[in-house]
């Protein structure tokens, strides 16, 4: 290479030393930018908090607001004892959790822990409660009169929710109400948020909850309850009650023949089902389909009046009441179900057993012989069961297969053994189906989807009777686990790897072996 070329060479690299010095200074520039903007934010949200700070100490001074020397004679008066109390129960252990989270304070923290021994308990908040309420309900007065000046949104909110529980919905409610007036009107409104947390909503709750157990027909109690959910929809406080309240309402519109009429679709409609035995086909079945998706369907005049009164005689000294399932192996009495009833076996009538079960096969398919004892109901005057699914959804809990070794509720069947003056019909809310008790009728449905997951439009209930009573009989079918599991396993394999939702294989595999080492098969391979 000559002289020249080696001259061009190095002023070439020179300059790109240069350059790349250059542009790793203005990289370094952008970085403290960064830097910078990021300490402003953080002085920024200082600032913010020494205002917030600041602002509650002047409110919490002003709610304080008494004299040293006329403090006896300050907490002399209920409502100011009771606003006192409720702000040392509720409001200053909110502050203690700030002051824990926030850095600095240490010296505070420290003060504050000693004086949180000193702080009220529940119970103080109840005396002093209750004794503004004994003002409230001896003189008989009103939350907005002048003598309750002194409560602030907040302890209205307290004393309302505090009756509410006590079943007194009346009073809780206009307490709610002038809280949540408090809070519009501008009594909050130049709080900070430190106070504003989830207020609002819990306000909207309380009060829903309050209108709701004076009047469960209140539209404006549901909208309030469906508002605060929308607004809070992972408080635990609010949302397992808030979802149980709001399926409520269909279910009461499906009870009063609220919901709309729909026009049948051509492929829902009646028919001839002679597709079972030899005896179906020389005496079909009449069948009704409401829906396919889920299926749905009515099978009339299925039962003689000789069996059904058979049913009715061989359990009526045996009824006791029913029981709900709430988790495994938790089952109780509750008001969500007020029927009675009684288990009809082979111990009972094995001839009429049979003939039952053999009508069933013919409806449905199922192998009766793995499928629950049938039950007889009975539901009083008044007698109901709210909205619940029949399923146990073993598709997404396999590790309680253990406790229903024969698999999920693939199908029910209702049968209705007289005709109810007036009430008692079944709700399948979701599905805006009602289907009234005819005597001798069978109602079916399918829990599962076809993959076996449970589907939740199958929610249904059953109306409170008016008049007379509601006698029926409960058949809860489980797959044949011999001749439907592998398959069904295996479409769920499938289904589930398409939604990235792929159960492992040593789970379908234990739970394979589990139910086959039940029916006495060898593991499939």
Known sequence: ??????????????????????????????????????????????????????????????????????????????????????????????????????????????????????????????????????????????????????????????????????????????????????????????????????????????????????????????????????????????????????????????????FPTKSHHHSLHCRYYNKGSAFSRLAPLKLEIFSHDPYVGIYHDVLYDTEMQGLIDSTRRRMSRSMVQYEIRQIEISEQRTSKEAPFTEKNDPQLLKRIYDRLKDMTGCDMLRSEHLSILLYDQGGHHDPHVDYHDLYWHPQEYEYHPFGDRQASVVFYLNDVEDGGETVFPKLQLVIPPTKGSALMWHNLRPWGEGDPRTQHASCPVLSGYKQGKAAILCPSVLTLLPSLVAIQWILQGTRDLVTPKDVLSKRLKSLQSHMGHAPLQ
């Open 1 to 258: 290479m000559s002289g020249f070329g080696l001259k061009i060479v190095l002023f070439l690299l020179a300059q790109a030393a240069a350059l790349g010095l250059v542009w790793n200074q203005l990289e370094l520039e952008q970085t403290e930018q960064l830097l910078i903007e990021n300490l402003k934010k953080y002085l920024f949200e200082l600032r913010q908090r020494h205002q917030m700070i600041k602002k509650t100490l002047h409110q919490l001074r002003a709610e304080s607001g008494s004299d040293g020397q006329f403090f006896e004679i300050h907490l002399s008066v209920p409502q100011r004892a009771m606003a006192l109390i409720r702000r040392l129960h509720e409001d200053w252990p909110n502050w203690m959790v700030y002051l824990n989270a926030t850095e600095g304070g240490e010296g505070q923290i420290i003060v504050a822990k000693e004086l949180r021994q000193r702080l009220p308990k529940r119970e103080d908040f109840i005396q002093a409660a209750n004794d503004v309420h004994k003002l409230q309900i001896t003189y008989n007065l009103r939350p907005h009169d002048q003598y309750f000046r002194p409560l602030n949104s907040r302890d209205c909110l307290a004393l309302g929710t505090y009756l509410a529980h006590q079943k007194n919905h009346q009073d809780a409610e206009e307490w709610l109400k002038l809280s949540l007036k408090l809070y519009r009107a501008g009594e909050t409104k130049n709080r900070t948020s430190f106070y504003k947390d989830a207020q609002y909503e819990h306000l909207l709750y309380h009060l829903g909850v309050t209108k709701y157990a004076q009047n469960p027909s209140d539209g404006d109690a549901l909208k309030l309850i469906a508002k605060a959910y929308a607004l809070a929809p992972h408080d635990e406080q609010i949302v397992d009650h808030a979802q149980y309240m709001l399926e409520q309402r269909p279910y009461f519109d499906g009870c009063r023949g609220a």
